[in-house]
């Protein structure tokens, strides 16, 4: 009787999703229409795919063959020799791995505490200097020195030139991240929690490491991985900082190695009595590509979401 | 500002909405480490636009120099120099506006359509999950840097790259891309297209999300084909949003993407006409050691865009709010 009555239930159940269902689908578009909107996509996502697949692929095949039969999509001779030089003792793409790491790290905890403190500030109604600080972020996003300035006064008056510090100090803070972490705290984290904490006898910034911070976390999180990659990614800091290849970071070292097979050849030498004539140039020259950007390709899909939340706020604000 | 303010100030007293000095004094050290970083790498160089108006002449600072960095003490010591080094300028400067503007306004116009084109159709697949992966990939290209796409580019084009591996098994000619300037504004809005066209429909999407679901029930019952809903129902709500973001980028159109342009063309001289913006004309001013004044030049350069784009961005800022306070920026 009750296996009966379940088995009942069970099909009702089933049939009324299946109504509801049927009714939603009205709205939607035809089954025609919709498989020509995925063929569309798919050739979308495969031309994005794309680029970054012939990277791979001719990082993978051997350098006769690619110097031979150029660049295909798949290799004709597989070959992982590009990789094992990549990670040979004083490889430079090593060094550039090293300073990219130090500094993306170093970045991040540091945009996250400066970027948080400042924007919580600014979220508080009874910050006296609000309008004032709000302004002297805000300023920098609409106005700038230019590069020339900035050029010098990195270099020589900060004296950031060849060093790790200018891969990530310069693009510590943002204007544009005080935005959203603003915008997170106003409406994420309620009004009347910070205000028991005070009347419980909480200091201000006893309310913000033990009430505020934990509810801020989502928000910490967008503005960490922006700067993250910024940093990651940055090419013009370094390229208009640093000169000497032992403070370089991945992107600019890949940019020099692209532009300048004798920068290659030069610190191949280097590289524990590698033959230079041996190096796989090309291959070796995609590989860097490949690393540079792996990590990144491998860890986004996890990430998405802060990003989308960060950009859908500072779209406008950017 | 106060538009992206969604919970709005409780009033209170003025004894409650001001607090203790105690309580400013916290919020003065929450700033401080912001500030210090503002004005370091935001703040200091905004004098330094000054040197578009001297003549920089590189000078050790002496015993008797207020500035004991040479930057600095030459940048006080250097002659002014009138108009001089915009005169300079001038001769670059309409290959540098065409270029700059235009592949601005190129991007801009073939990147909404293509970038509302993909938020539709992502929201109006009926498959979310495989719709969810599509976006995932789509915006894939915005975390991978210029200098990876030169990678890719190169790849793709150079003598022996992908396409010209297919041309030769054709039976045609390889082309020498990266010597023929014709192909390079087509190389640019591919590259742009690839690279901003998922992340560009996020905010598109995110608004078409938030439209009413009861309109589109209506529109349907009365008939309306999923055309024409997207025609008069869609389109119109998007519209404030589409006009607004495109207002906003032409208060950027003086400033081009460095990374973009400075990388993608590998160095490659013969395309100086069709690749050189004003931040690589820039740039390049900057790194000519043997031009003597290249400092006052680059920074004549920097200071027309600096200005230009300042005046750009107030004025369209104003349009926006007078039509739609929400979206201005101040």
Redesign the interface.
């Known amino acids: 009787m009750t296996v009966l009555d379940k088995k009942e239930a069970k099909r009702l159940l089933k049939a009324e999703k299946k109504a509801e269902k049927h009714s939603q689908a009205r709205n939607l578009i035809s089954r025609r229409m919709n498989v020509f909107f995925n063929i569309l996509l798919i050739v979308f996502c495969i031309l994005i795919i794309f680029p970054l697949w012939i990277i791979i692929i001719s990082s993978v095949t051997s350098e006769s063959a690619l110097t031979t039969y150029g660049y295909r999509l798949w290799p004709l001779e597989f070959s992982v020799s590009a990789y094992t030089y990549l990670f040979r003792d004083g490889s430079i793409i090593l060094t550039a791995y090293k300073n990219t790491l130090i500094a993306t790290v170093s970045g991040t905890v540091l945009s996250v505490i400066t970027v948080g403190l400042y924007a919580y500030a600014l979220s508080r109604p009874d910050f006296r200097f609000k309008k004032f600080f709000t302004f002297f972020s805000f300023f920098t996003m609409l106005f700038s020195g230019g590069m020339v300035s900035y050029y010098n006064m990195t270099r020589s008056v900060l004296g950031l030139k060849d060093t790790v510090w200018a891969l990530f100090l310069p693009m510590a803070f943002s204007a544009y991240w005080v935005i959203i972490m603003r915008t997170f705290y106003q409406s994420t984290v309620p009004e009347a929690i910070i205000e028991s904490a005070r009347i419980d006898g909480s200091g201000e910034w006893r309310t913000l490491i033990q009430i505020v911070c934990p509810l801020a976390i989502p928000g910490f999180a967008t503005v960490g991985l922006f700067s993250a990659i910024g940093v990651w990614n940055d090419f013009r800091n370094c390229l208009l900082i640093n000169d000497s290849a032992k403070y370089f970071n991945l992107q600019y070292t890949i940019y020099q190695t692209m532009n300048n097979l004798r920068f290659l050849k030069e610190n191949a030498s280097r590289m524990g009595g590698v033959n230079v004539a041996n190096l796989p140039a090309e291959t070796f020259r995609m590989a860097m590509a490949v690393v540079t950007v792996g990590p990144i390709i491998m860890a986004y899909p996890f990430f998405q979401k802060y990003f989308v939340k960060g950009l859908t706020v500072g779209a406008v604000k950017g | 500002?106060s538009a992206?303010?969604?919970?709005k100030?409780?009033p209170s007293g003025k004894h409650?909405?001001?607090?203790g000095w105690?309580?400013?004094a916290?919020?003065?050290t929450?700033?401080l480490?912001?500030?210090i970083?503002?004005l370091?790498?935001?703040?200091?160089?905004?004098?330094?636009?000054v040197?578009a108006f001297k003549s920089y002449q590189m000078k050790v600072p002496g015993a008797d120099s207020f500035f004991k960095?040479?930057?600095?003490n030459s940048?006080v010591t250097s002659p002014w120099n009138g108009l001089n080094n915009f005169t300079y300028l001038l001769k670059d400067a309409p290959m540098l506006i065409r270029n700059t503007v235009g592949y601005n306004l190129l991007f801009m116009v073939v990147g909404v359509i293509l970038q509302v084109g993909?938020a539709v159709?992502?929201n109006?697949?009926?498959?979310r999950k495989?719709a969810k992966v599509?976006h995932?990939?789509?915006?894939?290209?915005?975390?991978?840097?210029?200098?990876?796409?030169?990678?890719?580019?190169?790849?793709?084009i150079?003598f022996?790259?992908?396409f010209?591996?297919i041309a030769t098994s054709l039976g045609h000619e390889p082309i020498k891309y990266y010597g023929q300037k014709q192909y390079w504004p087509w190389i640019f809005l591919l590259a742009n297209i690839?690279k901003y066209t998922?992340?560009g429909s996020?905010?598109y999407l995110?608004t078409l999300t938030g439209f009413d679901e009861q309109l589109?029930?209506a529109g349907?019952i009365d008939g309306a084909s999923?055309w024409q809903q997207f025609r008069y129902i869609t389109l119109p709500q998007l519209m404030p949003t589409i006009v607004?973001?495109q207002i906003?980028a032409v208060g950027r159109i003086f400033n081009g993407d460095?990374?973009m342009f400075y990388?993608l063309p590998?160095?490659s001289g013969t395309l100086r006409q069709v690749t050189t913006t004003i931040?690589v004309y820039?740039?390049d001013m900057?790194k000519k050691g043997n031009l003597r004044n290249s400092?006052g030049y680059?920074?004549a350069?920097?200071?027309f865009?600096?200005i230009v784009?300042?005046v750009l961005?107030?004025v369209t800022n104003m349009i926006v709010k007078r039509h739609q306070p929400d979206?201005a920026?101040?």
Do not use: C, H
Not at chain 2, 16 to 19: D, P, R
Not at chain 2, 124 to 127: F, G, I, L, P, V
Not at chain 2, 143 to 150: A, G, N, Q, Y
């Open positions: 500002m992206v303010n969604p919970a100030p409780k409650a909405s001001q607090g105690k309580r400013q916290a919020y003065l929450m700033v480490p912001g500030v970083f503002l370091m790498f935001a703040y200091l160089p905004m004098p330094g636009i040197l960095n040479v930057f600095l940048l993909l159709i992502i109006e697949m009926r498959n495989t599509y995932t990939i789509a915006f894939m290209p915005y975390f991978v840097s210029w200098i990876v796409v030169m990678y890719a580019l190169y790849a793709m150079a022996n790259g992908f010209n591996q690839w998922g992340q996020i905010i995110a589109y029930e349907s999923k607004m973001l906003l460095f990374d990388s590998n160095g931040d820039v740039y900057l400092f680059a920074g350069g920097a200071f865009q600096s784009g300042f961005i107030l979206m920026l101040f």
